[in-house]
């Protein structure tokens, strides 16, 4: 088990790529719903060759969120063992109310967004008619029931429900939750002190877990654990002279950079090339954790970072329907108008994620600091006492 560290320093560059994971997942569904395929756009510039290679990097976003996922839990987990501070119940009640405060507000909205695009535009995007141009929209009718939406929020999409409306994002949270579930009922049952009737159980109830999850979001684990293999590593890193730690940090990104060229041009199984996707990024955080940034650069990291979880959540209904009421669904080939009209949308859906944001996501410490007040054991004991006192 890897020794506790002293506390360091925010890690800057990983709230870089957070944020621009979240842009290029916000960027590529964008450019699906304005633009035709690049297939379909002959002769296409560099620059707009750029372009469509940036907006197509979606799902390789995913699996950077899902390192940086792993590297973090892990991170705190193991950080917490190893210092006697860990508690189930304090870990359950941060995971869930840093979810819940962004989730159910977004389901919410995606019913307002999708009422009003059916109401408005009965656009044939919200009964699955678009999915064979656009693989991002639903694929059938959406559902709006309400075992759909108590599945969506308890992470059950794509596992025993569909996703909630038109907020076909959300399949990634789902898978994400559980391995928040599973990796420490893994860690715990392997590398903690419990007893052994103890570890038996933690490890059945992990094993339990992933034969009940469809096997594909099993395999996407491995993906995550990357995370946890870069946290095991990137301690030692650091210790490293600066300058070979520079040295290192380039050569690992020209090599992701490189994955990711390659697996645009070289067609593998999907959970092969994520797993490749993801071993390149887990390569580069280590370094990443270890350099400094300017102050401009982690005022704006920290700025964006800080709302990329509501904006993944939230961006998708509000784009359908902006597509669906101004563009009307037609594609067209690159243009300048169109880039225009791909900016305009594309800063409307930062604002709007960043004022849901400000509501919500920017209050989760205070609710969980409120949460842990109000479900403090000590708490519990005390209110029954008092009763009982007023009682006599």
Same mark, same amino acid.
């Given at each position: 088990?890897?020794?506790s ?14 944020a621009?994971?979240?842009? &290029?997942?916000?960027g590529g ?13 002959a002769?296409?510039?560099a620059?707009?060759?750029? @372009? ?14 899902f ?13 917490q ?10 870990y359950a ?12 507000p977004a389901?919410?909205l995606t019913v307002v967004?999708d009422?009003l695009?059916?109401?408005?535009t009965?656009s044939a ?6 999915n064979?141009?656009n693989h991002?929209?639903p694929i059938?009718?959406?559902?709006f029931?309400l075992?759909t939406?108590?599945?969506n929020? @308890?992470?059950?999409? !794509?596992?025993r ?15 994400e @939750? ?15 002190e419990?007893?052994?009737p ?6 059945a109830?992990a ?11 099993c ?7 990357l ?6 590593v990137e301690?030692h890193?650091?210790?490293l002279p600066?300058?070979?730690r520079?040295?290192?940090?380039i ?8 994955v990711?060229i ?5 067609k593998l199984?999907d ?13 580069l955080?280590v370094p ?9 650069v982690?005022? &704006? ?22 597509t669906?009421?101004?563009?009307? !669904?037609?594609?067209?080939?690159p ?6 009209? @791909? ?5 409307a ?6 004022v ?14 409120w ?14 006492i ?7």
């Open positions: 088990m890897r020794m560290t002293p506390a360091r320093r925010s890690y800057v560059w990983l709230d870089v790529a957070r621009l994971a979240a842009m &290029i997942v916000l569904h964008l450019r699906a719903f304005i633009f035709n395929d690049s297939s379909a756009s002769h296409l510039g620059g707009w060759k750029a @372009f469509y290679f940036v907006t197509s990097m979606q799902h390789q976003a995913v699996v950077v969120f390192v940086l996922s792993g590297f973090l839990i892990s991170k705190t987990i193991s950080e063992s190893v210092a006697g501070t860990w508690s189930w119940r304090k009640v941060k995971r869930l109310s840093r979810l819940w405060i962004v989730l159910i389901l919410m967004w009422q695009g059916m109401r408005l009965g995007l919200y009964h699955g008619g678009l064979a141009i991002s929209t059938g009718p959406l559902s029931t075992t939406f108590v599945g929020l @308890f992470f059950l999409q !794509n596992v429900v569909p996703t909630f409306g038109t907020d076909t994002p959300l399949w990634s949270l789902a898978i @939750f559980w391995y928040y579930v599973v990796f420490p009922l893994f860690f715990f049952a392997f590398a903690g419990e007893t052994l103890k570890r038996v159980g933690l490890l109830a094993v339990a877990i992933c034969w009940w999850l469809i096997p594909a979001q395999m996407l684990g491995l993906v995550w654990l995370g946890y293999a870069a946290y095991l301690a890193f650091a210790e600066r300058l070979l520079i040295g290192y940090a050569a690992t990104a020209m090599l992701f950079f490189l990711l390659l697996s645009k041009t070289i199984d959970t092969i090339q994520d797993c490749i996707t993801g071993i390149a990024f887990a390569v955080v990443l954790c270890s350099l400094d940034a300017g102050a401009v982690t005022r &704006i990291a920290t700025s964006f970072a800080a709302f990329s979880y509501t904006l993944y959540v939230v961006h998708f209904p509000f784009l359908a329907f902006l669906c009421t101004f563009t009307h !669904n037609v594609r067209v080939a243009s300048s108008s169109g880039l225009v009209v @791909f900016g305009a949308l594309f800063a859906a930062v604002a709007y994620a960043y849901v944001s400000l509501i919500f996501e920017r209050n989760t410490p205070v609710l969980q600091a949460l842990m007040q109000s479900l403090s054991p000590l708490r519990i004991v005390r209110r029954p008092k009763t009982a006192l007023r009682a006599e």
